[in-house]
């Protein structure tokens, strides 16, 4: 297989758009648990650190998405330096890793989109029982 130095350069703006994309998500989560926490500590509502407890999970998640896009595009930067010097095997095992990091980065973010749609379909659960009733 003969990878070209192109061809890890595609994964950039990818990447890039993903990465920015995780960002707002975190900031917003953020957002979301610093308003929670003044509305439980004056109410301390159990309900409310549930929330911040899924919202905890969901940023350790976000986390994990960001490295693994990091080292996605540091990995396709260095298998655009290695085949800059002619180092084309280890070049194509590098682009798999980065490719896999990429992969492993989209399966957590699958992940917590699941967590956030069963929050808030819980969220709005008793909206639902009222409109049933």
Partial sequence: ??????????????????????TNR???IATIIRGLKKVYKEKENSLILLEIKNLNLRLTLIRYMQMAGVLSLFLSVFTMLLLFLEQQLFGVYLFGLSLFS?????GLSFWEINISVDALRLHLSDLIEKETK
């Fill in 1 to 22: 297989m003969t990878l070209h130095i192109e061809t890890p350069a595609l994964l950039f703006s990818a990447t890039s758009l993903i990465l920015l994309a995780y």
């Fill in 102 to 106: 990429l992969l492993i980065s989209l």
């Fill in 26 to 28: 975190f900031l917003t």
